[in-house]
């Protein structure tokens, strides 16, 4: 799970717990767990991130079976920059690159490992709502996870998915950015949820919890009625029993 | 060019509130970043060619001693001179030089970002040398004293209106005019200079180290009347335009001119073998090569910054990025704005006062995908993040509070108790100050995020609690 999904987006959590557990997926939260260093690496404080990702290592190592995070940047983050930070350090590379072979962001083990065909014969996905999806970079781009979240929330059923112009434009959080560069990462913001509520859609989704706190924000400074869930909620009521409205277990 | 990067958030601050310049830059993407777009769609094996025309950079990159030594046997054989400039001074007084000693009066100029990094044109109108831009877009902003706004197309943030007005000015035209009259007003202006010019000074797109030919592309035809009609021409190239073979030149304008405009071939594209043989008409009698550093072995030296030595400065990941069409070309402060600029600018002209442009990106990726041959910006922002702070003395420079930011942060990361309770007490601290889970307002250092966005309030019941109820439940 992700630092930010477990302290301002604990819902996230557990829809996708909620989710893997309904296709039959044993799931664990070793306790352990904090952050994956990226805030830090990001901002090259890379000293500091090493010693967050140590733990991160230890911590899964110690693990067996798929990591699965609801998140590209730091799937991307212990994937892609583990290995970088670790140069020089034979070991503890080895150690990045198992635990790197084990992660999956959450729709790219929906959609790759366990195959999106038994998500919706066995389950049935079903909500009525329209919604639009915008593309998070580090899932686009670093993780290369481009047409499976197209994918899940193409196939549920009474969801319509009205199309955004420039969905693939980033909606200016990029950590540290955000407030080192608070004017261009607000004008970048403001282009985005124009260009969503352009669509009409109740809802933008989107896969990164960064992100979705970022667009979260600047909707409710605005007033505006549009939501932004993550894509794990979004499938969790689709498939959850009629009366929970939110997804959340009573 | 003095470099002026420490101004980006004052240059971006002033350009976000610039109408006229946010329009110009929809255009950027609208245009040059659709066109590319389609053109990379409708180029069958286009993915495969850029990955030939990357392999073509590293290689020559990782052995160009040896290119550059074939190119400078090649150019003296074909009876031209080559001088290497280790910085923009040498370089410029080797032209100056130059001038003086063939009693040049004017000078016309075709596009070239290194004789930018020179100021090329200011150092001769300084010394009484007329020096004249002969790109429609270089001429536009040599006219307003500005510097380029984009690698391909300099004067891209100016208005039509604008540019009338601004030739009303130097030349008496009717401020009305369209742009079909605007180009007409200024290739009349130009022609009459190019009967003029003694010298002229031209960019290199790509130099042949077999054949020792230098290739420029254009798409008005300038850089062929300055490399046919001056008595004498000087070529100035970044050390890092050489590409091995004439084979290996076909591929790289194929992806150069794809990448930049969207075009299949740009309307002119002109090699030049050195200086007019007995039997030819046209063309110099004398033709100069100048190859400069100017801090390119510091990128060729770092193996995390070598790739910026690929680039082909075809512009598409100004168009592909973002920030660039938020903040425009001139708050990068120097020649090179946008991602590849965020990289080149601080390693060519300081990090230290170009700081803040490494850390001026959301790191989107958008640059790197747009790159026709794949150049990581992102990790080499990341790079130049990592050496502000944690590099060498003479390039660190981050304030006291951020350090101690982070080191708090890692100590809270390092035991999931301390990070537990580090989210409970922000929960009760923040409470009374939040309204419907969120805050308004916060102090510094967040209070960037709240000028126009709320910030939530950590959950009081984070993940890993309610993971831990959902077990016992479960299983008790
Ligand atoms: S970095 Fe790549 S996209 Fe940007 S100008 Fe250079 S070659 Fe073009």
Redesign the pocket.
């Known amino acids: 799970m992700t630092c930010l999904v477990d302290q301002f987006r604990p819902e996230v959590g557990e829809s996708v717990v909620n989710v893997l557990e309904r296709l039959g997926v044993e799931v664990d939260f070793p306790e352990g767990q904090t952050c994956c260093g990226q805030p830090a690496f990001n901002s090259g404080f890379q000293s500091e991130a090493r010693e967050v990702a140590r733990h991160f290592l230890d911590v899964f190592d110690a693990t067996e079976g798929p990591i699965i995070v609801p998140s590209g940047s730091c799937g991307a983050m212990v994937r892609k920059f583990y290995s970088e930070m670790f140069e020089g350090e034979a070991a503890e590379r080895e150690r990045a690159r198992c635990v790197g072979e084990r992660i999956y962001e959450f729709t790219e083990f929906l959609v790759d490992v366990l195959g999106a065909d038994d998500l919706y014969t066995d389950l049935g996905p079903h909500m009525e709502d329209t919604a639009t999806y915008h593309q998070c970079c580090h899932l686009e781009r670093e993780l290369g996870v481009d047409h499976q979240p197209a994918e899940l929330l193409g196939r549920v059923k009474g969801l319509e998915m009205l199309p955004m112009y420039r969905s693939e434009v980033c909606c200016g959080f990029g950590g540290t950015f955000a407030v080192k560069f608070a004017d261009v990462s607000t004008a970048m913001l403001d282009e985005k949820l124009d260009n969503a509520a352009a669509t009409g859609a109740s809802t933008i989704v989107a896969g990164d919890t960064g992100c979705i706190m970022h667009m979260a924000g600047g909707l409710r400074r605005r007033g505006s009625d549009q939501q932004v869930r993550h894509i794990a909620e979004i499938l969790d009521e689709a498939t959850g029993p009629g009366d929970q409205a939110n997804g959340a277990p009573a | 060019m003095l470099p002026k990067t420490e101004r980006f958030k004052q240059g971006a601050r002033e350009t976000l509130a610039d109408p006229v310049i946010q329009e110009s830059m929809e255009a950027v993407y609208n245009g040059f970043h659709t066109n590319r777009q389609s053109a990379g769609q409708a180029t069958e094996g286009w993915d495969a060619q850029r990955d030939r025309g990357r392999a073509i950079k590293e290689h020559t990159i990782a052995n160009l001693d040896y290119y550059l030594e074939m190119l400078t046997d090649k150019v003296d054989a074909n009876g031209g001179n080559v001088f290497f400039a280790e910085d923009t001074a040498a370089a410029t007084e080797y032209i100056l030089d130059l001038a003086r000693a063939r009693d040049v009066k004017t000078v016309i100029k075709s596009k070239s970002m290194v004789s930018e990094e020179m100021s090329l044109a200011h150092e001769m109108e300084a010394v009484g040398i007329e020096a004249v831009e002969t790109d429609l877009g270089e001429y536009i902003i040599q006219l307003a004293g500005e510097a380029p706004y984009h690698?391909i197309a300099p004067a891209i943030h100016k208005s039509q209106d604008q540019v009338a007005e601004m030739f009303a000015e130097t030349t008496g035209t009717d401020p009305g005019q369209t742009p079909e009259e605007l180009t007409t007003t200024a290739r009349g202006m130009l022609r009459e200079t190019f009967q003029r010019a003694d010298m002229s000074v031209t960019g290199v797109n790509f130099a042949v180290a077999e054949s020792g030919s230098i290739v420029l592309v254009t798409n008005e035809g300038n850089g062929r009347m300055c490399t046919s009609i001056p008595r004498v021409h000087v070529a100035v190239m970044g050390m890092e335009k050489i590409v091995p073979s004439m084979q290996d030149l076909g591929m790289m304008l194929r992806i150069l001119i794809r990448?930049a405009t969207g075009q299949r071939i740009s309307s002119y594209v002109t090699m030049v073998n050195g200086p007019r043989r007995d039997e030819e008409e046209d063309g110099p009698e004398e033709f100069h090569l100048v190859i400069v550093d100017n801090g390119r072995m510091r990128l060729l030296a770092d193996p995390n910054l070598r790739e910026a030595l690929y680039?082909?400065?075809?512009?598409?990941?100004?168009n592909a990025c973002p920030v660039y069409r938020k903040v425009g070309g001139h708050s990068y402060g120097w020649v090179y704005p946008g991602?590849?600029g965020a990289v080149v600018s601080p390693v060519l002209s300081g990090l230290k006062q170009a700081k803040d442009l490494p850390f001026a990106s959301s790191l989107c990726g958008a640059?790197r995908e747009?790159?026709?041959?794949r150049?990581d910006?992102p990790n080499m922002l990341l790079h130049l993040r990592h050496q502000v702070v944690e590099g060498p003395r003479e390039v660190r420079s981050v304030g006291r509070v951020e350090r101690l930011v982070w080191k708090a942060w890692r100590f809270g990361n390092m035991k999931p108790g301390r990070f537990r309770t580090g989210g409970k007490i922000a929960n009760l601290l923040g409470r009374p100050f939040a309204r419907g889970g969120t805050f308004r307002r916060v102090p510094p250092p967040l209070s960037g995020w709240t000028r126009s966005r709320d910030l939530p309030l950590p959950a009081s019941t984070p993940f890993r609690d309610r993971f831990k109820k959902r077990r016992s439940r479960g299983r008790g």
């Open positions: 690698i990448s680039c082909l400065r075809c512009g598409a990941c100004l991602p590849i640059c747009a790159c026709p041959v150049i910006i």
